[in-house]
């Protein structure tokens, strides 16, 4: 293939296909070089609202915007090929009505480029899911910890363990396989639950925090990296970005400060 060939990109009947064959690998992207680096390694990238945490210090995903996402997941759509990109339609973007959903999900996949959006939501949103999948717009639904909900749950709490519990999010996730969602995400999923759901659905399930159960899993990238101190407890790091990154600068600054950078081959001179 040459070098210019655009390679196919993953669609909603491949991914589904995965499910009970191989496992689904997906991985947040907010960014065009980290898109590109991630890319060739899975078969979704997820543009999540959890951006307004991870790149702007936000103590909630409350504060995103419709505009923000779109930034974000312009640039991951242009740096990627393969992958399936995903946009999280952030708070108060899909709440207030099917309508609502249609122009902002509309609009996200027009400026975007993106696959397909994603919504958290249950029984709740399914006329909206249903709304959109009707109309052409691919929806992931996601239930279990839902971090929009975080001022009505009063925090970021694993679900399933009560037979309530239980019983909601099998009636959640029913509901939004039922309205079209062409793939259920478990976040914070009590593990034993979250394999029953995989069985019980015929739609596969992407799980953060809800164990080998699910059809693939999802982390936020740059904990898997090691870039923060605290990371959830079902994150395993696969690197130590942040020690990288503080060694780096370290080793930059006493450069700097020694006179040694820049030095002869990093310096421009005009050759009359
Ligand atoms: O916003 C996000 O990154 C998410 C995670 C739960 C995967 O939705």
Same mark, same amino acid.
């Given at each position: 293939m040459s070098k210019h060939t655009p390679k196919k990109r993953q669609t909603v009947r491949n991914i589904q296909q995965k499910k009970g064959q191989e496992p689904i690998v997906v991985l947040t992207a907010y960014s065009a070089p980290m898109a590109a680096l991630l890319d060739p390694h899975v078969d979704m990238l997820l543009v999540g609202d959890s951006l307004g945490m991870v %790149?702007? $210090?936000?103590?909630?995903? @409350? &504060?995103?915007s419709v505009d923000l996402m779109i930034a974000h997941a312009k640039a991951v759509v242009s740096a990627s090929e393969s992958a399936f990109v995903i946009v999280d339609m952030p708070f &108060?973007?899909? +709440? @207030?009505s099917p309508e609502q959903a249609f122009e902002n999900a509309a609009r996200i996949m027009k400026e975007t480029g993106c696959a397909a959006v994603k919504l958290e939501g249950g029984v709740e949103m399914a006329e909206t899911v249903r709304f959109l999948t009707e109309r052409g717009i691919p929806v992931m639904a996601h239930t279990g %910890?839902?971090? +929009?909900?975080v001022h009505t749950t009063g925090g970021y709490r694993y679900q399933g363990k009560t037979d309530e519990e239980k019983a909601a999010l099998l009636e959640d996730a029913m509901a939004g396989q039922e309205a079209g969602a062409f793939a259920m995400l478990l976040e914070c999923v009590e593990n034993d639950v979250a394999a029953e759901l995989t069985r019980k659905l015929t739609i596969p399930t992407i799980g953060i925090g809800a &164990?080998? $159960?699910?059809?693939g899993q999802v982390l936020v990238t740059e904990d898997m990296l090691g870039l923060f101190e605290r990371t959830p407890k079902f994150v395993k790091t696969y690197g130590n970005m942040k020690e990288m990154i503080e060694q780096a600068v370290v080793d930059y600054a006493q450069d700097v400060r020694d006179g040694v950078f820049p030095e002869g081959k990093q310096t421009l001179k005009v050759v009359s």
């Open positions: %790149l702007y $210090g936000m103590d909630s995903t @409350l &504060g995103v &108060g973007s899909y +709440q @207030l %910890l839902k971090p +929009q909900h &164990g080998a $159960g699910c059809d």
